[in-house]
Nanobody, 115 residues
Framework: QVQLVESGGNLVQPGGSLRLSCVASGFTFGDYTMAWYRRPPGKEREWVATIEFPDGATVYADSVKGRFTISRDNSKNTLYLQMSSLRPEDTALYFC????????WGQGTQVTVSS
């Protein structure tokens, strides 16, 4: 069964850090370009970052460039998003998925940045 399970979200103060994880199952994780997305309150889902197959090159949305780092551990079928210098506008439900050939979305993990 193809599945994505996100975790690691929390309430954090502005300027704080969080690391999100996404465990994939049901497909050959290491063979795919993977990405993080987010859906801010009342807005559409937006792309955040990509880590490409096979070279591992990373690409970021301008809004998170220099603050977020995407990485992966293919031995654990896990995608990560290290977030630092968090801002209130980073508040969103965060999801992972394949960059191309999307599969069913997971539940997401909530990140709330507030003092």
């Amino acid at each position: 069964q193809v599945q994505l399970v996100e975790s690691g979200g929390n309430l954090v103060q502005p300027g704080g850090s969080l690391r999100l994880s996404c465990v994939a199952s049901g497909f050959t994780f290491g063979d795919y370009t993977m990405a993080w997305y987010r859906r801010p309150p009342g807005k559409e889902r937006e792309w955040v970052a990509t880590i490409e197959f096979p070279d591992g090159a990373t690409v970021y949305a301008d809004s998170v460039k220099g603050r977020f780092t995407i990485s992966r551990d293919n031995s654990k079928n896990t995608l990560y998003l290290q977030m630092s210098s968090l801002r209130p506008e980073d508040t969103a439900l965060y999801f992972c998925n394949r960059k191309n050939k999307l599969i069913n979305w997971g539940q997401g993990t909530q990140v709330t940045v507030s003092s």
